[in-house]
């Protein structure tokens, strides 16, 4: 029966391939926005952790998530340096890393901290930062880069870069007076932080000191050397990380930040917010799965279209089998068999492409949306998903010749 339905597909080789590559593709979208969804979640989850609080400007708590941790959007305000330093004093707070964002190199998003980021940050559970060459920062125009930047831009330590202002892809206006120097290379870790070149506060400050409201004051310009010797004391910053001595005080620090009266700030829980944004884009999770599995429909639907049209041209040779002996239990298993190859093909091939897309797509994916997309085995729900397309498959070679025995019994046709 194997034999026979491999010499059937030969003989109708082009409505074959179609339905293969038809499945094929449904799978691949199936598989595809299930691989997504799970590894945009896990990345997401592995970006930051140890830490209690986010504190940012007042907006809302998936605005201050998205652009403090995961580089995605803009501050809608900064915090004053003054403010800073009043949080940090607070008598439950062990450590805060101050951030500050605004610049750019290269499309890649330039981050102004201090060394207490490369000290207490943490990200997929307690892992730290590690340096892959190099070393952290000490110098006002020092910077480490993150994996992803240092690869793309193929940067070594030693080579000097310029920050640009602004952080879109694409910047006219750069700090082309005063170049950083490449001190350090992070190693790979799978989030935003691959993304990011790495300077000091005072550095930030250093190539904004002869600028005013965004733009550069007309006829001043101050010297690296001359701004070495100036006050480079920040004056504002974006957003702060907070690790508390003892996570009961977190309400009562997020309280106080809330409620603090110099100016208007936002304290948020990484954990609330971020499930804050998975109730968000749920309803969208749920609509592309639901639209991947009726294309997945539509390719099984075109497959059980084609067996039952190839059927209705293939009574003759039904016919012709029945009389060298083939018995009707042949006939229904070599429907079943054709059905039940074309159905395997189309996986086996949609997962082949899926890693074949997954392996082109990642550096894009990761490039765009700073998402770390892992290609690993199958999961036990993506094995669940393949079974159930399979199923569906076993399912369409029953009932075709059940459907093509109406009104007419397809046995007694053949006979």
């Not at 995961?70 to 062990?94: C, D, H, L, M, V």
């Amino acid at each position: 029966m194997f034999a026979l339905a491999l010499k059937s597909f030969r003989n109708r080789k082009f409505t074959t391939i179609f339905t293969i590559v038809s499945i094929a593709l449904s799978v691949t979208l199936l598989l595809g926005v299930e691989r997504i969804r799970k590894e945009t979640r896990t990345s997401f989850t592995n970006t930051i952790s140890g830490t209690d609080l986010i504190v940012g400007a007042r907006s809302g708590p998936i605005q201050l998530l998205l652009y403090s941790v995961f580089r995605i959007g803009n501050a809608t305000n900064n915090i004053s340096w003054k403010s800073y330093q009043e949080i940090a004093r607070n008598p439950n707070i062990k450590w805060t890393i101050p951030i500050s964002l605004g610049d750019s190199h290269k499309g890649y998003r330039v981050m102004g901290t201090n060394a207490d980021y490369f000290e207490f940050f943490r990200f997929a559970g307690s892992r730290r930062l590690e340096l892959s060459a190099g070393r952290i920062f000490k110098g006002v125009f020092d910077a480490v880069l993150g994996a992803e930047v240092a690869q793309a831009l193929n940067y070594h330590v030693g080579d000097p870069i310029i920050i640009a202002h602004g952080a879109g892809e694409i910047s006219l206006i750069k700090h082309d007076d005063k170049p950083f120097n490449v001190v350090g290379i992070l190693k790979k870790t799978g989030t935003p932080v691959d993304r990011t070149v790495h300077v000091l506060l005072e550095g930030i400050e250093a190539i904004h000191i002869d600028w005013k409201e965004g733009a550069p004051i007309p006829g001043m310009s101050i010297s690296p050397d001359k701004v070495l010797d100036m006050d480079l004391t920040p004056k504002a910053i974006t957003a702060l990380f907070v690790g508390l001595k003892s996570r009961i005080a977190a309400f009562g620090v997020q309280r106080f930040v809330n409620d603090y009266t110099q100016e208007p700030l936002l304290a948020i829980l990484p954990g609330v917010a971020l499930q804050e944004l998975w109730d968000l884009i749920g309803v969208a999770e749920k609509a592309l799965l639901a639209v991947s599995g009726l294309v997945v429909v539509v390719g099984l639907s075109g497959m059980l279209i084609a067996l039952m049209t190839s059927l209705n041209e293939r009574r003759r040779e039904m016919a012709i089998l029945r009389s060298v002996g083939a018995r009707p239990l042949h006939v229904f298993s070599l429907i079943i068999g054709e059905s039940a190859i074309l159905t395997m093909a189309g996986v086996v091939i949609g997962i082949v492409l899926l890693y074949v897309l997954l392996l082109v797509g990642r550096p894009v994916i990761s490039s765009g949306f700073g998402l770390f997309i892992a290609i690993g085995g199958l999961s036990k729900y993506e094995l669940l998903l393949i079974g159930m397309v399979c199923l569906a498959g076993f399912l369409i070679g029953i009932s075709v010749p059940v459907f093509m025995s109406r009104p007419r019994p397809l046995i007694r046709s053949l006979t």
